[in-house]
Nanobody
Framework: VQLQASGGGLVQAGGSLRLSCAAS?????MGWFRQAPGKGREFVTTMAWSGGDTYYAASVKGRFTISRDNAKNTMYLQMNSLKPEDTAVYYCAAARYLASRAGVYEIWGQGTLVTVSS
């Protein structure tokens, strides 16, 4: 499985962006992580390709939404009400089960930069 993330860019605080992650195949679950400058990789959200429960980091809950299009093998991250502290490189990743720990994810996309200006 290969992952290709896209959709990052520069947006003003309060704005929105939608990230996409195109997958060449499927594992059980997909997740989004982010890494801000000088910080470690942080869990954002995850869901299974089959649907069902979704999980979010407290810092993004209520503002970000993960979704999928099974026909296109693509997972999305809709980000609303963006804040400067959301600035980071966002990565999509694939795992055999739902988890918030980055080490569980075996396959990673290349990352897409999101910059939120104040």
């Amino acid at each position: 499985v290969q992952l290709q993330a896209s959709g990052g860019g520069l947006v003003q605080a309060g704005g929105s962006l939608r990230l996409s992650c195109a997958a060449s195949g499927r594992t059980f679950a997909m997740g989004w992580f982010r890494q801000a400058p000088g910080k470690g990789r942080e869990f954002v959200t995850t869901m299974a390709w089959s649907g069902g429960d979704t999980y979010y980091a407290a810092s993004v809950k209520g503002r970000f939404t993960i979704s999928r299009d099974n026909a296109k093998n693509t997972m999305y991250l809709q980000m609303n009400s963006l804040k400067p502290e959301d600035t980071a490189v966002y990565y999509c990743a694939a795992a055999r089960y739902l988890a918030s720990r980055a080490g569980v994810y075996e396959i990673w996309g290349q990352g897409t930069l999101v910059t939120v200006s104040s």
